[in-house]
């Protein structure tokens, strides 16, 4: 059973940080790029950052560059997105992507975990 599975979300203060988690089961993490999206009510799902294969190349929105940090362990098979310095529109619904490199063939995502930063 393919899964990826998402955890750390919570309520957080202004200015605070959390760290999500990603666990993949059923498929090994190495032969996908990996990929943190979100999604607020209203609005329509972003890409937040992108990690590849053995973490060489990251990326990130503009929104978020410089406080958030992608990161990999593709032995412990985990994603995780270390989020610094929260706003308040920073909360929504963040979501686990795996995607097969080079191909793009075959994609994975998460149920999500919800981050709320509010005071």
């Known amino acids: 059973q393919v899964q990826l599975v998402e955890s750390g979300g919570g309520l957080v203060q202004p200015g605070g940080s959390l760290r999500l988690s990603c666990l993949a089961s059923?498929?090994?993490?190495?032969?996908?790029?990996m990929r943190w999206h979100r999604q607020a009510p209203g609005k329509e799902r972003e890409l937040v950052a992108g990690?590849?294969?053995?973490?060489?190349?990251?990326n990130y929105a503009d929104s978020v560059k410089g406080r958030f940090t992608i990161s990999r362990d593709n032995r412990k098979n985990t994603v995780y997105l270390q989020m610094n310095s929260l706003k308040p529109e920073d909360t929504a619904g963040y979501y686990c992507?795996?995607?097969?490199?080079?191909?793009?063939?075959?994609?994975?995502w998460g149920q999500g975990t919800q981050e709320t930063v509010s005071s």
């Open positions: 990690i590849s294969r053995f973490g060489t190349v990251t």
């Open positions: 992507n795996a995607r097969r490199s080079p191909d793009g063939n075959l994609a994975y």
């Open positions: 059923g498929f090994t993490l190495s032969s996908y790029d």
